[in-house]
């Protein structure tokens, strides 16, 4: 979300970009509030620029997204030498905040919500790019006790299908084979009588587009029509990410995730029942308030029954205006630093081994480019969302090819590209 939101500021500002703020005229820090470390290093990356700013009095600094949105005008006051302030709503009005600094010589702060049109503007997409997102949501309707997301986006705005269409094709028109939906909870989208199942159907129906992502759902509302549009619909990708956070009942209760541990896991049956090969990450958060050692253990169980592709763990952190941050029974760091590390130790043998299963297996990659760290190498992603690596010298970039799997690690896969049914390999 945040990067779809930076991207949306580059565009909207049109300027050439530079990754040195010693060039630049313009320095916008766009900000995540999720963690109390995102909210730290906001706060450091705007004091590193001091200095410069000294230096370069004429360069305009703002700062953007959801700390913008938490602190608003105490950031002006902490900061002398910070310009502007925006938030998550009101990106759209950085240009004119922008020559307002410069011609009215004052600080400026906007962060209201009630700005109408949030989805106006379309992000900067790099050329070349194969994949891209697509925003369908803003904001969120759910109460989790511990997430200050409702806080700095707003409540829950979906886009019509029209603008999810337009700025879908227009991506693909410029080479983008395929698409991420993204929404806080992207699964609670609906509009007028369509709910997300429909939507995916709608967009399959987009020529010249490959693949369909989304991320990331919310558990409840996992319905049939949305596992029916998955297993019916090819260009789906066999992929959920669906964040159960706790494995212990007593915990999912405090923390207002309105599901059961056996609920979560049923959900989790249905879809396997229809979709086999589907691929389940989770997000968890450890240590949060009262959480004790056998809550703990039941995450672990939790962990080792399902058997998720992948997770992503946090340790509980305490948000300004969340109900969890009144809680008490604190958990101290030390347990939940422990917790954690267990956590993400057992589950880096479940991804190693889930990965190691694909060995063998031909699996359809859809190709994003080089190799980071080495050119004679192609990268790709399976409909699993798993990233496999081949050694490769074609340009196949934005294409789907099989590719047979010959190794499996903990972040990544190894193969061999398949062409028409003959292995060859593209040794450089
Ligand atoms: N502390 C720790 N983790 C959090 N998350 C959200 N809020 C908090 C918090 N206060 C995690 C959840 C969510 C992911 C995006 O971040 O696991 O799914």
Request: charged letters at 30%.
């Amino acid at each position: 979300m945040n990067e779809y939101d930076s991207d949306k500021i580059r565009s909207l500002l049109g300027m050439e970009l530079t990754n040195d703020p010693k060039k630049a005229d313009v320095v916008i820090i766009n900000t995540c509030a999720i963690r109390e470390k995102a909210d730290q290093k906001a706060f450091s990356s705007l004091g590193r620029l001091k200095h410069l700013k000294f230096r370069k009095p004429n360069m305009i600094l703002g700062v953007g997204g959801c700390v913008a949105q938490l602190y608003g005008e105490r950031l002006l006051e902490n900061f002398p030498h910070l310009d502007i302030v925006f938030g998550t709503r009101t990106i759209t009005l950085l240009p004119e905040l922008i020559s307002r600094v410069e011609r009215e010589k004052r600080r400026m702060v906007e962060t209201s919500f009630d700005v109408e049109e949030v989805f106006e503007f379309e992000p900067y997409h790099e050329e070349g790019k194969v994949t891209a997102f697509v925003s369908v949501q803003q904001g969120c309707n759910k109460m989790c006790s511990y997430c200050i997301v409702p806080l700095v986006r707003g409540q829950e705005t979906n886009r019509s299908v029209e603008d999810i269409l337009r700025e879908t094709q227009k991506l693909v028109q410029k080479g983008v084979s395929e698409i991420t939906l993204i929404g806080q909870t992207v699964n609670s989208w609906k509009m007028g009588g369509y709910k997300f199942g429909d939507l995916l159907k709608i967009m399959a129906e987009i020529e010249g587009l490959f693949r369909i992502r989304f991320t990331t759902s919310y558990p409840r509302d996992v319905t049939k029509k949305l596992i029916d549009a998955i297993r019916e619909v090819p260009k789906v990708c066999h992929h959920i990410h669906l964040p159960v956070q706790s494995g212990s009942n007593r915990i999912l209760t405090k923390m207002g995730r309105t599901y059961t541990r056996e609920w979560y896991i049923d959900i989790l049956k249905r879809i396997r029942d229809a979709i086999p090969d589907m691929a389940i990450t989770t997000d968890i958060i450890v240590g949060f308030p009262g959480e004790t050692e056998e809550d703990f253990n039941d995450t672990m169980r939790l962990l080792k029954e399902v058997e998720f592709d992948g997770t992503f763990s946090f340790k509980f952190s305490p948000r300004p205006g969340t109900p969890a941050v009144e809680f008490i029974d604190i958990v101290y760091d030390e347990i939940a630093s422990r917790r954690l590390m267990e956590l993400q130790a057992f589950q880096s043998e479940i991804t190693v081994k889930k990965n190691q299963s694909r060995v063998g297996q031909i699996e359809e990659v859809l190709i994003e480019g080089e190799s980071k760290n080495d050119p004679s190498w192609v990268t790709g992603r399976t409909s699993h969302n798993r990233v496999v690596n081949f050694l490769g010298m074609i340009d196949i970039r934005g294409k789907l090819e099989r590719v047979i799997i010959t190794e499996g690690f903990q972040n990544s896969l190894r193969g061999r590209l398949l062409e028409n049914n003959l292995e060859v390999s593209h040794v450089s």
